[in-house]
């Protein structure tokens, strides 16, 4: 299937700031909507981010000022730049992609990356 790889987590203190990237292999048609969701122990997946394929983005609340969603097609990557981060932000991120995979038909397919973690000290 379509490979999705995360990068760029890690250790920061609050304050801080981290650079996400997210690239997608080109086995596709089009990507629809991609972004972030973030996950913490003992807790459910939440969006963080996305952005569409018109440049349409949302935020959650919680991160609003502080993350930057963009995108590079040329590249096939997304990116989460992350400042003033908060040791609430301790999550593993994940990577998400709304694929279509043939310009022959509409439907599109959720695929998810491995997850890179991203732990702020206090």
């Known amino acids: 299937q379509v490979q999705v790889a995360e990068s760029g987590g890690g250790l920061v203190q609050a304050g801080g700031s981290l650079r996400l990237s997210c690239a997608v292999s080109?086995?596709?048609?089009?990507?629809?909507?991609i972004g972030w969701y973030r996950q913490a122990p003992g807790k459910q997946r939440d969006l963080v981010a996305d952005?569409?394929?018109?440049?349409?983005?949302n935020y959650a609340d919680s991160v609003k000022g502080r993350f930057t969603i963009s995108r590079d097609n040329a590249k096939s990557t997304v990116y989460l730049q992350m400042n003033n981060l908060k040791p609430e932000d301790t999550a593993v991120y994940y990577c998400?992609?709304?694929?279509?995979?043939?310009?022959?038909?509409?439907?599109?397919?959720?695929?998810w990356g491995q997850g890179t973690q991203v732990t702020v000290s206090s």
């Open positions: 998400h992609a709304d694929i279509r995979l043939d310009e022959r038909n509409v439907r599109t397919y959720r695929y």
């Open positions: 080109e086995s596709y048609f089009s990507i629809t909507v």
């Open positions: 952005i569409s394929s018109g440049g349409s983005t």
